[in-house]
Each structure stands twice: as structure tokens, then as C-alpha cells.
Nanobody
């Protein structure tokens, strides 16, 4: 079955950086668009960033644009999210998700098929 396993979360001080990873198995990784999402306590899950099957197209939420970079390595079935200049409002459970590549640029959470269990990011001052 499909498994998406996130790693790289942790406790970081304001202004710090993290690199999240998502290892995928059980699916043809190179044929799937991938995304990162997050959910803070008491809030709905929200889109953070997404990447097309080839890595040629990337998408970012306004909240992280300019300080985040999404990437993927299809040979390793792994996706990454580098987040810099972390803020307290970045504190959340970060999920990776996948769907068959359909070339659509709507990455709202309901459009994704497979989900990981999340990795916790805590940003403190």
C-alpha cells in the first residue's frame, strides 16, 4: 500500500531553518504531484507548497513564499521542503501528500489522494 513518511521536524528558534523530507513507497512516485500541508492547533489543514511530477512547476502559499523551497528526487522517491526564517506562526504538524499528476494547479487539501501522518514543527522565541 501507499506510504508517505515525513521526517525532519523538531523544535527550532525563531529565525532558524528546517528541512523536511517525505519518503514515498507503494506508488509510482515520478507520476505523482506532491505537496506539503500543515495544521496548527485549532486550525484547519492548509496548503504550504506543491511540486509537479518533474519538479518543473512549484507552488507556494503566500505565508511561506520567498523563504521556502520545495524539491524532489524521483530517483530516491523523496520530496523535501526547506523552510528558512521560521516564525512562531509556522508551528504546526506538517503533512506530505500525493496525487496522480493531473497538471491542475489547485492543491487544496481535498484534491490530494494519499497522506502521511505528519511531522511536528515547533518554533519558539
Amino acid at each position: 500500500q501507499v506510504q508517505l513518511v515525513e521526517s525532519g521536524g523538531g523544535s527550532v528558534q525563531v529565525g532558524g531553518s528546517l528541512r523536511l523530507s517525505c519518503a514515498a513507497s507503494g506508488l509510482t512516485f515520478s507520476r505523482h504531484a506532491m505537496g506539503w500541508y500543515r495544521q496548527a492547533p485549532g486550525k484547519e489543514r492548509e496548503f504550504v507548497s506543491a511540486i509537479s511530477w518533474s519538479g518543473g512547476s512549484t507552488y507556494y502559499a503566500d505565508s511561506v513564499r520567498g523563504r521556502s523551497t520545495i524539491s524532489r528526487d524521483n530517483a530516491k522517491n523523496t520530496m523535501y521542503l526547506q523552510v528558512n526564517s521560521l516564525k512562531p506562526e509556522d508551528t504546526a504538524l506538517y503533512y506530505c501528500a500525493a496525487r496522480w499528476e493531473d497538471y491542475a494547479d489547485d492543491f487544496s487539501p481535498g484534491t490530494m489522494t494519499y497522506w502521511g501522518k505528519g511531522t511536528l514543527v515547533t518554533v519558539s522565541s
